[in-house]
């Protein structure tokens, strides 16, 4: 039988569509992948030149022209390292631990806008999925710190899990006044509210949720000074005391590719994304031919350097008061700010 009279054009046609549209995605796989990953590199690098001149030193400086390949020669250190592994460790989740948390990582990303063109996977609940896969990534956190049959690595895994537990309730709270805002868990849509919107971002209406936010992502990244689960003073390490080499890689990139996401989650939700206020466009409108792309990581640089900032400036908090200011602090606050933002779009609705 002749293949032409069985493939009719119509169906090539069709091949030919699905066959671009999986070569853009992959495409855009590889580039976020690719520029995710340097970021990764070059955040270590900025946050130690940061804190350095916070403390009035000079950071790296060796590894050529004022330390700008730094990042290179940790790496290649890192997988040259042997990679030590404990007698009584259990040996298979020891080995899968640090690739669930880089993956649940990494596989968020794919939902993160970064302009109004370009993502990867622009689904409906973009922001439930995040919170989904935050919490997949904390079993690799736990599963690593029980694997090792380390007392340290143990404590720094609960630790984690109870951090979880407090903070993302709260996280997931403070950011329900913007999906009452909004109207929509598509992040894309979230950005394209706040355009629309009289205050030309949430950070304004939703201040009290956006304070909420950021210090539960501080929390839920592990940060200085929410980082008890790898606490130096008191469990070595925490939940990666007994891991080397490429495997402790993992987990420093995994690591930063969170607060990376925190900080694109933060832009898009209370930052409005790839867009500037009206008011801002309407003083300076020359800005409106920059790129989103370049606003949302200006955006996202200036989230960094919020990180570096606390981290040079605010001590570690006892792992109690810790406790304490998620549980008797934020959730109740960001639940006031829920029934605040309902209570306002009522008043507003009899109004108008």
Same mark, same amino acid.
């Given at each position: 039988m002749n293949m032409a009279n069985v493939i009719s054009p119509t169906t090539v046609d069709a091949l030919i569509k699905f066959g671009i549209d999986v070569a853009i995605i992959l495409l855009k796989i590889v580039i976020v992948l690719a520029v995710g990953l340097l970021h990764v590199a070059y955040a270590t690098y900025f946050e130690r030149k940061v804190i350095g001149h916070m403390q009035v030193r000079l950071?790296?400086?060796? #590894?050529?022209?004022?330390? *700008? *390949?730094?990042p290179f020669a940790d790496g290649i250190k890192l997988f040259f390292k042997e990679d030590i592994i404990p007698a009584q460790a259990d040996k298979v989740v020891f080995y899968i631990a640090p690739i669930i948390f880089m993956a649940a990582a990494m596989v968020n990303l794919s939902v993160i806008p970064f302009d109004a063109n370009f993502v990867i996977a622009d689904i409906n609940v973009g922001l439930l999925f995040i919170f989904a896969m935050a919490g997949v990534g904390v079993y690799g956190i736990f599963i690593s710190g029980w694997a090792s049959n380390s007392k340290y690595a143990f404590m720094g895994g609960l630790r984690s899990s109870a951090q979880v537990i407090s903070y993302e309730i709260a996280m997931g709270l403070s950011l329900v006044g913007v999906m009452m805002m909004a109207g929509s868990l598509n992040l894309s849509d979230i950005i394209r509210a706040q355009?629309?919107?009289i205050f030309g971002m949430y950070a304004i209406p939703q201040f009290i949720g956006f304070i909420v936010f950021v210090i539960a992502a501080v929390a839920e990244t592990n940060r200085t000074p929410f980082d008890l689960p790898e606490a130096e003073s008191e469990l070595v390490a925490g939940y990666f005391t007994e891991y080397s080499s490429f495997r402790f890689a993992l987990f420093f990139l995994g690591e930063y590719i969170a607060m990376i996401l925190m900080a694109s989650l933060c832009t898009i939700c209370f930052l409005g994304g790839w867009t500037l206020p009206w008011y801002v466009l309407k003083i300076f409108p020359f800005l409106?031919? #920059?790129?989103?792309?370049?606003?949302? #990581? *200006?955006? #996202?640089?200036? /989230?960094? /350097? /919020?990180?570096?900032?606390?981290r040079a400036t605010v001590p570690?908090?006892?792992?109690?008061?810790f406790m304490a200011i998620g549980w008797k602090i934020l959730i109740p606050v960001a639940i006031g700010n829920i029934l605040l933002t309902g209570l306002v779009k009522i008043i507003l609705k009899e109004v108008l």
């Open positions: 950071g790296p400086m060796r #590894v050529g022209p004022h330390g *700008l *390949l730094q355009g629309e919107s409106s031919y #920059v790129p989103g792309v370049v606003w949302f #990581v *200006l955006k #996202v640089y200036a /989230f960094f /350097f /919020f990180y570096y900032w606390i570690r908090y006892r792992y109690d008061q």
